[in-house]
């Protein structure tokens, strides 16, 4: 049996990755893949908000060609059906652009971190298949700084410097330019519903009438 569609309960259940796919994105749990009738790009939103405190999670990026896949944090209320790279996502997603001639932390169009912006110690390594993104994200400061893991090299690799300015709320997010190229969440992203406490109820004193009554009466 096949993933899902975008109409599936999987988009509306609480526990969700992800929501909000562009459309002919497909769901499968952690996993969310560009399907065969999209456009050139497709936006894949997470289903946690973060609006405050420290966060940290992971993508794992499956690519089976050259096609870009973006991987980073995204406002709620962007658009899923366009690329990252455009002047109009300026503040809207702050992202690591690693499938490009020269790789860079991006905010929308623009370049924070890459070795045309800060020279050689500042170049961002580009993203191969099979790698996995972890993004630390710190809402109280507005940062978002990225490590890379690739199995051959035995362990994470921090990314030079990081993302700043970033307002909130955010959600994770992807984008993905090839179908068939896919990108998971770690559990760390999943989202928590929230819970409603509801108030304790006010204890109700069966004889306070008659109380009141006896005080007014001067009999207590």
């Not at 899902?4 to 497909?26: C, H, I, L, Q």
């Not at 030079?160 to 984008?175: D, E, K, L, M, R």
Request: one cysteine or more; a neutral charge.
């Amino acid at each position: 049996m096949g993933p899902p569609d975008v109409n599936s309960k999987t988009e509306k259940d609480p526990y969700a990755f992800w929501r909000d796919p562009g459309t002919g994105m497909r769901l499968n749990m952690t996993q969310i893949t560009k399907g065969k009738e999209v456009g050139d790009f497709a936006v894949g939103l997470g289903a946690q908000v973060f609006e405050s405190g420290q966060h940290e999670f992971d993508f794992s990026i499956t690519r089976h060609g050259d096609g870009y896949v973006y991987v980073g944090v995204a406002r709620p209320d962007i658009e899923t059906d366009k690329t990252w790279c455009r002047k109009s996502a300026i503040d809207k997603v702050w992202y690591y652009f690693g499938c490009g001639y020269t790789n860079a932390l991006r905010n929308g169009w623009n370049d924070v971190v890459s070795k045309e912006v800060g020279g050689p110690e500042m170049k961002v390594p580009k993203i191969q298949a099979g790698d996995r993104v972890r993004v630390y994200l710190d809402m109280d400061q507005g940062t978002a700084r990225f490590a890379l893991f690739r199995l051959e090299e035995g362990g994470w690799k921090q990314l030079p410097a990081s993302i700043t300015g970033i307002n909130g709320p955010v959600v994770a997010a992807c984008c993905i330019q090839d179908r068939g190229d896919s990108v998971s969440l770690s559990e760390s992203a999943k989202k928590v519903p929230k819970v409603d406490l509801e108030p304790p109820k006010k204890k109700i004193d069966k004889y306070g009438h008659i109380q009141s009554k006896l005080a007014t009466s001067g009999s207590l």
